[in-house]
């Protein structure tokens, strides 16, 4: 790259490895994220043709949780918190299978589930409603998941059409059609530190209530005393 030295040219090199991209493909990405930026800074018009065609070059801005996914995902007292828990475990997991069925039913929506973040793997510990590969294989990558998005923001994630979201739409349950309607909320030990989600969706558009975020807030309180001991409040 024009006027980077060696050391600055292996580090891109390093990154876009990491990303799994190549070099001019980082570069293009990096490049259409700012001038996406720019555009909306300065209020102009045409932003939403930029994002389409930016989609077409597979030059997709990334969602809010890239950034900072691979060092909040990474920490190393997450990950510990995850694998105390013993949730990694299948038999251990499935003990939240009747709780996933009375979110479904709380929140009238055909699907609902209990997910798990790992270093590069979104697994599904117990769920109701899933489609496609992850019916079949309970779980994914961490890469393009909405669980990754509410482990790095540690922020209930709640959308009504996700397709209509920019920095959502290009995640793979949103794009196969699983996912139009979310609601993911961050499942916390007592220090804090998110191992996954309990979500909620929907395949259609849906408002979500104040009613539906108190009750998913109560399922999340219940989980966390299943998993972790700590009594809802």
């Known amino acids: 790259m024009p006027g980077f030295d060696a050391w600055m040219s292996d580090v891109l090199c390093a990154e876009a490895a ?13 490049v ?7 555009r909306a800074r300065r209020g102009e018009q045409g932003l939403p043709e930029l994002v389409d065609r930016m989609h077409a070059a ?19 007292q997450r990950l510990q918190a995850l694998y105390d828990s013993g949730m990694l475990n299948t038999e251990r997991a499935h003990s939240l299978d009747r709780v996933v069925e009375m979110v479904t039913a709380a929140v009238a929506v055909p699907g609902a589930a209990v997910t ?20 079949i294989n309970r779980k994914g990558p961490v ?6 998005e509410v482990v790095v923001s540690d922020e209930p994630l709640i959308v009504d059409d996700a397709r209509g979201e920019p920095l959502l739409r290009d995640h793979y ?27 909620a969706w929907d395949p259609h558009p849906r408002r979500w209530t104040s009613g539906h975020v108190q009750l998913l807030e109560d399922f999340v309180a219940m989980i966390r005393a299943r998993i972790f001991g700590i009594s809802p409040h």
């Open 18 to 30: 990491a990303a799994g991209e190549t070099v001019d493909q980082f570069v293009g990405r990096a």
């Open 32 to 38: 259409a994220a700012r001038m996406a930026v720019e």
């Open 58 to 76: 597979g030059l997709q801005t990334p969602g809010p949780a890239t950034a900072g996914t691979r060092s909040a995902i990474n920490d190393p």
């Open 116 to 135: 798990l973040v790992d270093r590069d793997t979104q697994y599904v510990c117990s769920a109701v409603g899933l489609t496609g590969e992850l019916e």
């Open 143 to 148: 890469r393009g998941s909405l669980g990754a």
């Open 173 to 199: 349950t949103v794009r196969d059609g699983t996912v139009v309607a979310y609601a993911g909320f961050p499942l916390k030990d007592g220090s804090g530190h998110t191992i996954g989600t309990l979500s």
